[in-house]
């Protein structure tokens, strides 16, 4: 009696722990994907249709064994890369990703060159 009575504190404690994890996980997702309906919001803080449509789908895709970045890819696949707050680093957004770097060197370029011709007179 005793095993079986310890048996299941130990199954319903992986049970917890795994419940605990899912919610953790596709709540990082939620809060990653932009709702197309609330301008602004992420699908974690909207309760239009949409994002409700969603969180089945991102939790269906976590049920059947998909990374977090498989679901990104399947989404981005369907509703393109504004789905997404986080978008993922590609030869059509590279210039994006790397013009505030590029200005920030272009600017301390100019600032050293600023105070080495100010230091010569």
């Known amino acids: 009696m005793r095993i079986k009575i310890i048996a299941f504190f130990i199954i319903l404690n992986f049970n917890i722990v795994n419940a605990e994890t899912f919610s953790a996980d596709s709540n990082k997702i939620f809060k990653n994907l932009r709702c197309l309906i609330c301008q ?43 789905i997404v707050y986080n978008p993922p680093i590609n030869k059509t957004n590279f210039l994006l990703w790397s013009l505030p770097y590029i200005i920030f060197l272009i600017g301390g370029f100019i600032i050293f060159s600023f105070f080495r011709k100010s230091k010569k007179n």
Do not use: M, P
């Open 40 to 82: 602004g919001q992420s699908v974690a803080d909207s309760n239009s249709e949409f994002a409700q449509t969603i969180k089945l789908v991102v939790r269906d895709q976590i049920n059947n064994g998909k990374s977090e970045k498989e679901i990104y890819n399947f989404l981005i696949e369907k509703y393109g890369e504004w």
